[in-house]
Nanobody, 117 residues
Framework: QVQFVESGGGLVQPGGSLRLSCAAL????????MAWYRQASGKEKELVAN????????YYPDSMKGRFTISRDNARKVVYLQMTSLTPEDTAVYYC??????????WGQGTQVTVSS
């Protein structure tokens, strides 16, 4: 499985923005759909956004539409998540991985996003 390293999280005030990055190690992810997931404390992991291999088709759950933008740079093997209009409900650890997930997904360490005043 491909290993991932997420970065870019931090503490941000409500209404603020962050840009997350996900670097793929080892094998290329160019032919995979990629996705961002998040897990808030005490909750299940949930899908945040996904993107096809070409980068021209994306999907967002309703709660993220208009606020989050997923993109990818296949040459650099990096997937991005631009987040705007953040709310405390967006506080979570954010992970990237392929989409759909394999039967036994390998997760990176994730990057913590905390939205608080």
């Amino acid at each position: 499985q491909v290993q991932f390293v997420e970065s870019g999280g931090g503490l941000v005030q409500p209404g603020g923005s962050l840009r997350l990055s996900c670097a793929a190690l080892e094998r290329t992810t160019n032919h995979y759909f990629m996705a961002w997931y998040r897990q808030a404390s005490g909750k299940e992991k949930e899908l945040v956004a996904n993107i096809n291999w070409a980068g021209d088709v994306t999907y967002y759950p309703d709660s993220m539409k208009g606020r989050f933008t997923i993109s990818r740079d296949n040459a650099r093997k990096v997937v991005y998540l631009q987040m705007t209009s953040l709310t405390p409900e967006d506080t979570a650890v954010y992970y990237c991985n392929t989409f759909p997930l394999p039967e036994r997904p390998a997760w990176g360490q994730g990057t913590q996003v905390t939205v608080s005043s």
